[in-house]
Every structure is written in structure tokens, then in C-alpha cells.
């Protein structure tokens, strides 16, 4: 065999030169960027709340749809930069009002409140979509609604999905001003009711998106600043791809060291090991709890924005890789920071590859290595066992 | 107990003369309807088919006409159990349009084994009237032969002779790859490789650098609806187009292009037998069809139009829908002509013949607004659109 060093004879072996090999290589990071933005969101969700939080795909889809409609719609037109803070904040808040209304319901029973949020739906829905309603319950035509005075029509999504926010608002309003009884208790309910209240939700938000905006995606393009590209001899490197890397790995190290190095990480910390012991020192820990999952939430919208200029923009995309990102949080140990962030990359990485050795396995490999892990390690590889 | 006797009498006498009144007619539209065709298809297709019983005016005709719905999610096993529970519970005749090349295959299958009536308007393979054709199975709108010889053949005498596929890894991939390949190299070019991807990618970098670093003059996207989206939007990102490689979308439909943008998709060339803005038979259709939709049509909803037309015409003349051979003869024995695609025939092999039109996607400049993408470039009429019947190898009629 003819070959000049061993690593150029490996590669040749393989069948791949090796130029080709680290373009896929750095393909493969990029991709891990997203994984690891996305799966260390999980981990921070379910490191503190217990929960697995599966409304996470819809939430970054909400992200890259809030980054669509900030610039496309009837009032404004607000671009990329500002859509890079803005939509995640946006999508934070909506996981705020989801994490203090339905997430921290499910160790409390307080019916009032719940009773205040249907009942406050209702009301909204009745004033948005009346007319509607009525027609549908064979009441005529006659009733009136408030879009219809003024004069606009509005469409059922709009209406439904407006109602919904507004009766979570009205619910938190009410039990802030101490109008309504709310407690908080032990913070660790079983995994299984978070799952399927987040995976319902998931699915409710993506019907409405579907609903609304149809499934086949809509356009969102390159900012000019970071469109075209750079030749690094052995790849052509979208400008694009490389900021996704820049940004990804500078929030998760940051998140990283936020956790691990300031006062409020070692709070979070504590709340994980023992939340009724933090908060008998002072600290409210059900605010810890509220802006944690906020947080977790916020970081899937980021990836939504960084994702929709290079990814289709429909409803389904967060659907598809979800599923892909908790076998990431499930190899790198369910909670553990560190392991969500390395996995991340590390599982872009041998996705890539696999796309040019063995194409087809693409969409398999990374459940193949999961099933792997978990034989060998059953903690994930960096989860410390139970 | 003397009346209760003339009641039953007059019951049974009275019971063929309402039963010859009326046909029944029970139609089912299976497609995507949540998922990444339901854009293409999906309730629009619906819509379609209930304006074809509309335009027929199937009530005056004494069609007793009842449209059926449901979502197959694009897995045959799903859409097979649905079918079989509409032809075997609830009494369906015949369904349409079913999306999806490996899900259509499936229904055909099992028409044949109910001897029911299958239409299919929106998938692709033209293995459907090809090797698994079958006597119950019409193929309506398109199919992967066509739309290789449509963009593949185009692209090769411009200039593009060197090929490298971007296959979806499933029945249509293949069959579509496989199709325009056989032009490829039947008109002097030459394939220089493949990758296959997985349904429904997100990321179709690494495939792309593989088709860059293949040389080959023409990408050829061997993929349908988000795959194809994707690929689209990321090609240009790579510079596959700046670094002098043609990208050649073998299956674009107008919503992708709405989805993509024009200043992404412009200069994208295009096979399609149904344009919305083609003449003023298609314009008065979309237009009524925009009314309840609030979109343009795709051909796949168009197809659906007139297949359920053509489809009723047949049940008219034959005076029943529970006889599937019947309409079946009938339908291949009247020539179809409607105003989407106009005049047409019905091949034994099932293949329905109609022109196909080579389209080049618009400039953005060039665009008066949402949904005008298209200048026509060529036009191919209905003898030569379609694989020649001999070639098919379909069972059905060998040795004719």
C-alpha cells in the first residue's frame, strides 16, 4: 500500500479522502451545535423540575415562527438581530405562563385556580369567536363578538389560541394579586404526568401552527451581514454555519458557567439536591423553578432563530428533532449540563460521519449508539447513577 | 295487522324503485393531511374532489354522492387499515388521490384484492402502471417517467451531462432516480454517483458537499416536498449554484416554491402537467377553489378535480358504482376532458395520458405577486409525455 503517513492510509482505506472527511467532520459540529443548544435546555428543565419536558421541539418551532412573523406581518417588520432576542424572550415568557399555570399545577391542587383559567378562556373565547360559537350551537347569527363590531373578522386559531394564553394570564394575574388561594409544594412529582402534559401540549401547538400556516414551511432568508461563504480549501464554508457554531458554543459555555460559577448556579444547584431545604434558608425556590424552566425555554427559541434562515419553517420541524435530542440528554445522562453540551457535539459529529459512510443508517445511528450507552452505562455517560 | 302486511308490501315494492333512483356513490379521499404533503394535498384535495361533484351537478343526475376524509400520515400500514375498513364497513367505491409512492402502491394492492376503484392523483412512481399495475388502479396526474424525461431530458441538452443524485430513500426515490438516470444516459450523459437520505431530512449539508465534491454538472434532487425545500435552500447556501453546478428539482410542486421563496427558487426548472395560471379554464377553477382555501391549487388537487369527475361520468354511464370492472372499462373507453388538463385518454395499462408543460420558476421582479411562479418553457403533448405502454412491462398488457 501506498500511502505517506498512517492517517491518509486510514482514510484511504475507508474509502474517503481525507478533505472530504474533515468538511463532514465540521458538518457534523455544526449540527452537534444545535443538538446541544436544544438538549442542554432539556437538561436544565429536567435537572431542576423533574420534568421531561417534550413541548420543547414545539417551543423551538415557536421560535423560529416568532422570527418569521416579527418580520412578516401587518405592522411591523423587525429583522434577524433583533428577532435573535426578541422571539426567544417571547417564547420564554409563553413557557413562564406555561411552567406557573399547568407545570406546577401538577403537584398543587388548587381548583380555583383552575377554575379561573378555564373560566377566563371561556370568557376571551366567547368575546374574540362569539359569533361564531353561536352559530355553530344554532343560537343564528345575530350574536355579536368584539372583532366583528370593530369590524375585523378573526380566524378560529387566532381566537382559540388567544383564548388559551389569555385564560393562563388571567390565571396568574389572579393568583399573584392573592385574589385566588395558590400554594407550592414538593417540586418532585412523578415524570410521567409532566411528559404527557407537555407532550399533549406539544401536539396542540403544532396542530395550531399546521392550522394556521399550512405544513409546508415558509420562507425566512439569510441575513445579508452573514450570507455567502468562505473556501477553507478542503470545505466551502457557509458564513451562516460558522456564526451557528460561534453563537452555540458561546451560550452553552456560558450557561455552563452560569450554573457552575455564580451565586444563582449554586442556588439552582442546591434547589435540584434539596428544594425544601433551600427554601427554608429564604429562597423561592417556586420563582427559581418558574425562571428555570423560562430559561430552558428561551434557549429552544434561540435555536428556533438561528435555525430558520437553514432549515424549512413548518410547524414540524421541532417534531422531527425532538426525538433526536432526547437520545442526546439520555446519552450524556438525564440533567447532567456538561453531558447535554459534549453529547451535543459529539453526536453531530458521528451523525455526520455516518452520512458518508452508510447514508441511509443517517436517521438510525444516533439511537444505535443510545442503545449502546445505556447497555454499558445505563446513567448515560455523564449521569451519575442512581 | 292488515294494514302492517300492505305496509310491508308496499316497502318492498317501493325499495328498487328508490334504489334506482338514486345511485349511491361513496368516495374516499385518503391523503396526508398533518404532515409535510398536506399542503399539496390534504383537505384542499378534498375541497377539489367535492367541487367536482358540484360541477357534474350529481344530484340532478340522480348521484347520490358522499365524500369521506382521512389522514394516512404517510405510512402504508395506516392508510392500508383505513382503506380496508372503508371498503369493507362503510361501504366506499372507490378512493383517490393517496400521496406518498410506497403508500400508493399499498392501496393499489388491496383495491385489486377488494376489486374496488383506486385514482391516485398524488404519488409518483410509475411503477403504479409500470411492473404493479393493476385492473383496478388508474394513475392520474403525474409520474416519475414524465417528470424524467420532462426536467431530466431538458437538462441534459443544455448542456448538463454529468449527473449526481440526491435520492429520498424510499419506493419514489428509487423510482424517480432510476427514471431520470435511463434519460440521463439515454440522451449521451453520464451518472457520476448517488446518496441516499432518509425521509424527511433537516440537513442536507453533508449531501451536498458530496455532490459538490462529485464535480457533476447537475444535482439532481430525487426528493419530494420538505426534503426538496431543503435541499433547495441549502444548495444555495453551499454555492452549489455560484460554484457552477445546475440543481435540477426532478419533483417541485408550487407549494414548495411558495414556501422556498422566490429569490431562492427563481431559475428553477420544472415539470408539471398543471399550472393554476395556465388558461382560462385553470384561472376560473383556482380562482374558486382560492375562495374556500385561500390557495392556489397544486396538481395533485387539481388531479383530484378531474379524476373524481372522470370517475363519475364513468359511474353515470354505467349506472352503478358497485360494479369496479364496469367503471373501470368505462372509464378507459371515454376519452376525459375537463378544464384543468384538458383532452385526454385513459391507457389499458392505467396511465392517464394528458400534456405535460415545462415551467421555469419566475424572478422575483418578474412575479405580480403571492403565487405567480411560473413561465412556461415547452410544451410536451399527451402521446409522448408518458412512458410508451410496451416499455412499462405491466402484466395487464403483455404481448399488446
Sequence with gaps: MSCSDFSTCVMSVLGVPPQALFGQLLLGLINGSFYAMLSLGLAVIFGLLNIINFAHGAQYMMGAFGAYLLLNNGYFSIGYWPALVLSPLIVGLFGILLERNLLSQLNVRSKTRSVTAIGAFFVILIVLYGSHLASVLGLGSTVPDLPSLLGYNMDATTAYAAAAIGGLLAATVFAN????????????????????????????????????????????????????????????????????????????????????????????????????????????VPRLITFTYGFGVALAGLAGVLAAPIYSVNPNMGADLIIVVFAVVVIGGMGSILGSIVTGFLLGIVEGLTKVFYPQAASTVIFVVMAIVLLIKPAGLFGKAA | MRFRTFCFAAAILAWPIASQAETAVKIGVLNDRSGLYADLAGEGSVVAANMAIEDFKAAQKGLKVEVVSADHQNKPDIAVNKAREWYDQDGVDAIFDVPTSSVALAISALTQEKNKVFIDSGAATSDLTGAKCSPNTLHWTYDTWELAHGTGAAAVKAGGTTWFFLTADYAFGAALERDTAAVVVAEGGKVLGDVKHPLNTQDFSSYLLQAQSSGAKVVGLANAGGDTINSIKQAAEFGIVQGGQKLAGLLVFITDVHSLGLKTAQGLVLTSPFYWDLNDGTRAFSDRFMKTTGKRPSMVQAGVYSSVLHYLKAVNAVGSAKDAQKVMAKMKEMPTDDPLFGKGSVRADGRVLHDSYLFEVKKPEESKGPWDYYKLISTTPAEKAFRPMNQGGCPLVAGK
Design chain 1, 177 to 284: 394579586t392573592g385574589l385566588i388561594d395558590s400554594h407550592d409544594a414538593d417540586q418532585h412529582t412523578d415524570h410521567l404526568y409532566g411528559l404527557l402534559l407537555t407532550f399533549g401540549l406539544a401536539i396542540i401547538i403544532q396542530g395550531l401552527f399546521v392550522n394556521q400556516y399550512g405544513s409546508s414551511g415558509l420562507p425566512y432568508t439569510i441575513p445579508t451581514e452573514l450570507s455567502g461563504g468562505k473556501n477553507l480549501g478542503f470545505m466551502f464554508l457557509p458564513i451562516y454555519r460558522g456564526w451557528v457554531v460561534v453563537a452555540s458554543l458561546f451560550v452553552c459555555i456560558s450557561t455552563w458557567l452560569m450554573i457552575e460559577k455564580t451565586k444563582l448556579g449554586a442556588y439552582l444547584r442546591a434547589a435540584t439536591e434539596n428544594p425544601t431545604l433551600l427554601a427554608a434558608f429564604g429562597v423561592n
